[in-house]
């Protein structure tokens, strides 16, 4: 018996990274794309970012009408923290499953999505980084923090990226803060001839935000110890390289229970 696709809306559809999204679903055969929402290129065929790849599909504005008539699965989106909270409620109600891959995502949404999935008994995810690379990049960290608990985390993105630090460097010092067994070293008071030069501080780990055109997605995790140093660093240098966790996610989220973060709790 064939497997039943799965009906997949694609939200922020226009953008660099939705149009990626677009390019990974229609190529993918477990998937049917059955919608493409943006507010802007508004009325453009799909088939214009994407070629002939895609099916005839052209993007539409409004997301809750677009879901009552095209009742995906789930949604894939990368559009603005601005309206998850709303789209993560329409989906909810409608019972399809939503993928949230925006960055700038609080602590206090987290909390209402959590809410509303459990309210609805529609399953969620929220994903700081899709990239498989990225993730084990923090397994990594989380795994030397045991044994060296002084650690710095550098990120750099692209210019266009509005929160800092990013939400892979907020969790991966979350991350090494948790799994340390050693207080860090206690620092001496700095003298700061330039505020924030040390960066600012997330589970007593230094963390640092590097903003500039030509980055795409690059992070390093440096530890010390006595007489040496260990560099765990990963670099997304295409967009491409988060699609593989996207798809995972989609396939995998509707298995799930509540919201679930992290691409890590799918993987591992």
Known sequence: MEQKRIRVAVVGAAGRMGREV????????????????DRTE???????????????IVVEEHFEPALDRTKPDVTIEFSHQSVALDHARAATERHISFVFGMTGISEAHLSQMRELCEKHQTPGMYVPNFAIGAVLMMRFAEMAAKWLP???VIEFHH????????????????????????EPTPLPTPLLKAEGARGGVVSSVPVHSVRLPGLLAHQEVIFGGPGETL????????????????????????????????????LF
């Open 150 to 152: 002084d650690a710095e």
């Open 231 to 266: 560099t765990i660093r990963h670099d997304s240098l295409d967009r491409a390289s988060f699609m593989q966790g996207v798809k995972h996610c989609a396939k995998q989220v509707r298995t799930l229970q509540g919201l679930t973060v992290g691409l890590d709790k799918i």
């Open 22 to 37: 677009l390019r990974a679903v229609a190529s993918d055969p477990a998937f049917e794309l059955v919608a493409a929402i």
């Open 159 to 182: 210019d266009r990226k509005e929160d800092a630090p990013s939400g892979t460097a907020m969790l991966t010092a979350q991350k090494i803060g948790d799994a340390r067994v050693q």
């Open 42 to 56: 508004i009325g453009t065929n799909i088939r214009d970012f994407i070629g002939a790849l895609g099916p005839s």
